[in-house]
């Protein structure tokens, strides 16, 4: 008997040890891929290139959802070569047919419209031809290759400003943007110069999570990951409808979105910044909706970054524009703690009292409480900003990586169980290369492992 449990320990032990090299070996690319090269000058278009007969059974063939689903034996079908650049619910062609329904003037056609059941397609996404497998990150940052992202308007158009250039096999991203052409990080450092008057970076003044509207190709966000900041980027499909595949490609988190006439899709209270370089967004139009928005998503004390010609320019109706922008953020009790160079910036400061002055004033109206507990999913935008109270006050968040771990009460309030989140499951992540599956960039497959048996 001992030696019966002796050998079912040891087994196990032997387990363990197995599945934490597997874990290592994934994550690390020593077994199950080839390590990708740390230096461009390395990088071979044969170590990349998808090559020899698939082995998939999938057809290619145009196929549409049907009620019920059904899925072939052979697999989901590939969608013809000609919808590589096909993303669901922001097909131009539809889209164009809803216009005469669509108030243009507030840019609802840049948001997400899904046609109805029958129409929406349902097959594979194919890459673009002859993709490559994507350079790795750290070495993304700076270079993807040409033929995973076959556009060259946004290099046209944008390279004298550092967005992107063509570099033979490559594309090439300097660090620039339109307000930062010598290069993201001079600029950074400039803006945690300007909120800490000279004497610390973004990282020292709190800032943690960061949202980019009208993020580019996203290196703005690419060079706040050395300071510890994550941020979220994101950019209408426009007249630069490449920007996102850009910004995927490089292995920096971005989304297909417009600020327009719906709230964003994250929670109140999200962000400790919100930017705006050349985002070329309205804010000072409709009673200012589109800053109640911001307000809505910034944390007590976060900060808007907005640089743009209004703050700037003395010309054309810049002026007219930037005295906009100082009345609705006055109105909404915000601090202008800084306006240097190009940039101007804004603390949103938690003052129930100013607020409640203000709307006495009608100025502005104040939010239902019930709105702060509602989905912002698919939610239109108020026009009004949202007062917490001393008791309803969200409690200052722990550093991280502590907060990663730590249940908050924002996600009690919006339905996320606690036991579920804490307890129920284990999530590992493991790099791995996907093709025909969203857009064919380099992604995390994660198994889930649960723990604890859910009845409920």
């Known amino acids: 008997?001992?030696?019966?449990?002796?050998?079912?320990?040891?087994?196990?032990?032997?387990?363990?040890?197995?599945?934490?090299?597997?874990?290592?070996?994934?994550?690390?690319?020593?077994?199950?891929?080839?390590?990708?090269?740390?230096?461009?000058?390395?990088?071979?278009?044969?170590?990349?290139?998808?090559?020899?007969?698939?082995?998939?059974?999938?057809?290619?063939?145009?196929t549409y959802r049907r009620t019920p689903l059904v899925i072939p034996e052979t697999g989901v079908?590939?969608?013809?070569?000609?919808?590589?650049?096909y993303i669901p619910c922001h097909n131009v062609s539809y889209i164009h047919t809803l216009r005469p329904n669509l108030d243009t003037s507030r840019r609802e056609e840049l948001e997400r419209h899904c046609p109805p059941l029958e129409n929406r397609l349902f097959c594979l996404v194919p890459p673009p031809?002859?993709?490559?497998?994507?350079?790795?990150?750290?070495?993304?940052?700076?270079?993807?290759?040409?033929?995973?992202?076959?556009?060259?308007?946004?290099?046209?158009?944008?390279?004298?400003?550092?967005?992107?250039?063509?570099?033979?096999?490559l594309w090439w991203f300097p660090g620039g943007g339109t307000h930062f052409k010598h290069g993201a990080p001079d600029y950074i450092q400039r803006l945690g110069n300007m909120i800490t008057n000279d004497t610390g970076d973004l990282r020292t003044a709190g800032v943690v999570q960061v949202l980019d509207v009208g993020c580019g190709v996203s290196s703005f966000s690419a060079f706040l990951l050395p300071l510890g900041i994550q941020t979220m980027s994101f950019a209408p499909k426009d007249g630069h409808e490449n920007q996102i595949q850009f910004s995927l490609e490089r292995g920096i988190g971005a989304m297909i979105s417009a600020i327009a006439t719906k709230q964003l899709p994250y929670p109140t209270s999200s962000f400790e910044m919100v930017h705006c370089s050349r985002c070329r967004v309205d804010w000072h139009e409709n009673d200012g909706i589109?800053?109640?928005?911001?307000?809505?998503?910034?944390?007590?004390?976060?900060?808007?970054?907005?640089?743009?010609?209004?703050?700037?320019?003395?010309d054309k109706d810049f002026p007219i524009i930037w005295e906009k922008l100082v009345n609705l953020t006055s109105a909404m009790c915000w601090k202008l703690i800084a306006k240097r160079v190009q940039t101007a910036i804004w603390m949103k400061?938690?003052?129930?009292?100013?607020?409640?002055?203000?709307?006495?004033?009608?100025?502005?109206?104040?939010?239902?409480?019930?709105?702060?507990?509602?989905?912002?999913?698919?939610?239109?935008?108020?026009?009004?900003?949202?007062?917490r109270g001393m008791q309803t006050d969200a409690p200052k968040l722990p550093s991280r990586p502590e907060r990663l771990s730590i249940y908050s009460e924002s996600l009690e309030r919006i339905g996320v169980n606690h036991f579920l989140l804490i307890h129920a499951h284990m999530i590992y992540c493991m790099p791995t290369t996907s093709f025909l599956i969203i857009r064919n960039v380099e992604k995390a497959v994660c198994w889930r492992i649960s723990f604890w048996k859910w009845t409920g």
């Open 1 to 62: 008997m001992g030696g019966g449990s002796a050998f079912k320990s040891q087994s196990w032990q032997m387990i363990l040890v197995a599945l934490l090299l597997m874990v290592g070996s994934f994550y690390a690319g020593t077994l199950f891929r080839q390590t990708a090269p740390n230096y461009v000058s390395q990088l071979s278009s044969s170590n990349y290139s998808y090559s020899g007969t698939s082995t998939f059974a999938n057809k290619v063939e145009l």
């Open 349 to 387: 400061q938690e003052d129930p009292s100013c607020l409640q002055r203000i709307s006495e004033q009608k100025l502005i109206d104040i939010c239902d409480a019930a709105d702060n507990l509602k989905s912002s999913w698919n939610t239109k935008l108020g026009n009004c900003i949202q007062v």
């Open 77 to 85: 079908d590939v969608c013809p070569l000609t919808f590589n650049e």
């Open 129 to 169: 031809k002859d993709y490559k497998i994507p350079i790795r990150w750290p070495t993304s940052r700076d270079y993807v290759w040409r033929s995973n992202v076959n556009h060259t308007h946004l290099a046209e158009v944008k390279g004298g400003q550092n967005w992107v250039h063509e570099k033979d096999q």
């Open 290 to 314: 589109l800053l109640k928005e911001v307000n809505r998503l910034l944390r007590s004390n976060g900060y808007f970054v907005y640089s743009a010609p209004p703050a700037y320019r003395k």
